[in-house]
């Protein structure tokens, strides 16, 4: 029973606790507990508040003997350290970092006002930059299905938090994939929301603009929950509306104008999902589309000069890592190109928005490689980290730039037993599509049922 509800998700634990099924003190324990037993091998809470977890939980009870409605009452759940939370240090995964920050971003401060509680922070790679979590400040962060591989990053705190049941909703973020890419390599439920559909502040237009912050869950459900309460858009219920049938076009080969060969299973996961969308009476095209060197350009700029924004904002900048110190050159060496790039933004969404003249929907493998072996970076400079990095991850991107909403949903498990996805993008503010379709897919093809061998 105490697995199973580990593992119920965050809607489902909040239902049970407003009917009196669940104290919320339990739960968080159980978190907490599990935290405890499951952690020490994954490395992916650099903080835990137990015993201002425990006392907030029992605040919760009393609020719920009271009759108090609220969508996360009583649940445990966890921040990534890229959100400040009152009274502790953001430290971004650099020892770089300054003193406790004074208050709540506002999307933490929105989940709280809807009884969530904060069980603890989960790590990133220093300033969220790579899509591993290994750092020289908090070590090694690794994945709950198979210990000798990543979770990926930036939020592979968070990723290997929920899929292993140590809470059921971490807050996450997605600069260039870090939503998406946790989210594919844990076997979990994740959508980089529309541009400015959840509030950034206390940052204005982080990592200009490319970065958004969103959730990671197990279900479709608990992503539009999460979500819904920190946008305040009624987003459960545009995930529970019945989808017409759309026309979806799936391209399998990468956009970005550089060769880049994707593993055949992750390439057989977008296929099959293909199949099972057309089941569904939905019509899908093959589809290539390639984009041009102002939007490769317009990415890069935007990720490397927003690098260097936060290098420069940090407290201790000589602190930072060596290979963070170079990517943060390189984008004050980009800083020339921002009026032009600028000047490009119509071009660029033209080309982003393309590919949906004729279709609703874009479905393509999540990513281009299975889970990354832990320690694959070492001791590798800026550059070659950059190139290889990308070279696993050339789905995400673009979207980044283009402020679109895209939705990574599991697809099965490859050869070695290890989670593969698809992803799905649609036009700006289609969120609620997008959960909608992933809901369809989840009740065809369930997934949330499926437990790493660590977290058992």
């Known amino acids: 029973m105490t697995e199973a509800l580990a593992f119920a998700g965050v809607a489902r634990q909040a239902e049970l606790i407003r009917r009196g099924e669940v104290d919320p003190v339990a739960l968080v324990d159980l978190a907490l507990d599990r935290i405890a037993r499951i952690d020490p091998q994954l490395n992916s809470f650099r903080v835990v508040f137990a015993d201002r977890a425990r006392a907030e939980a029992e605040r919760a009870a009393a609020r719920v003997r009271l009759g108090e409605d609220l969508p996360l009452l009583g649940v445990p759940i966890a921040v990534k350290d890229d959100l400040p939370v009152a009274g502790e240090v953001r430290t971004y995964g650099s020892r770089a970092h300054g003193p406790a920050e004074p208050a709540d971003a506002l999307a933490v401060s929105r989940l709280r006002a809807a009884g969530a509680i904060v069980v603890g922070i989960t790590r990133v790679p220093e300033l ?12 090694v962060t690794r994945n709950p299905w198979n210990l000798d591989r990543s979770p990926g990053g930036s939020s592979g705190g968070s990723g290997a938090a929920v899929a292993a049941g140590l809470v059921g909703l971490a807050t996450a973020s997605d600069g260039a994939g870090s939503i998406r890419i946790p989210a594919a390599w844990n076997g979990l439920f994740g959508l980089k929301p529309t541009r400015d559909l959840v509030p950034t502040d206390p940052f204005a237009a982080p990592w200009r603009g490319l970065t958004v912050f969103g959730v990671l869950t197990r279900t479709v459900a608990d992503t539009a929950l999460g979500l819904e309460v920190m946008s305040g858009r009624p987003l459960v219920d545009e995930a ?19 060769p880049v060969p994707v593993d ?55 602190r930072l890592e060596r290979r963070t110190r170079v990517m943060a050159r390189m984008g004050n060496g980009a800083r020339h190109l921002l009026p032009t790039i600028e000047g490009w933004n119509a071009d660029v969404m033209a080309e982003c928005s393309a590919i949906f003249e004729d279709v609703d929907v874009l479905l393509t493998p999540a990513l281009a490689q299975p889970p990354q072996e832990v320690g694959t970076w070492e ?48 036009p700006a503010g289609r969120d609620g599509l997008l959960l909608a379709l992933a809901a369809q897919i989840e009740e065809a093809r369930p997934w949330a049922g499926l437990i790493p061998p660590v977290a058992r």
């Open 128 to 139: 969220c930059i790579w899509p591993f979590t290994e750092t020289l400040a908090g070590g």
């Open 240 to 258: 529970r509306r019945p989808v017409r049938p759309l026309r979806i076009a799936l391209s399998v080969r990468s956009s970005l104008p550089m």
């Open 264 to 318: 055949p299973a992750w390439r057989y996961g977008a296929q099959a999902t293909a199949q099972l969308l057309e089941e569904l009476g939905h019509e899908v095209i093959e589809r290539d589309f390639h984009v041009g060197p102002k939007t490769v350009a317009a990415i890069s700029a935007r990720y490397l000069t927003g690098i260097a924004d936060d290098a420069a904002a940090m407290a201790h900048p000589d």
């Open 379 to 426: 001791g590798v400079g800026a550059l070659r980290t950059l190139e290889g990095s990308l070279r696993r991850v050339p789905f995400s991107p673009l979207w980044n730039v283009a402020g679109f909403p895209a939705a990574v949903v599991p697809a099965g498990r490859d050869g070695d037993d290890l989670p593969r996805a698809v992803q799905l993008v649609a």
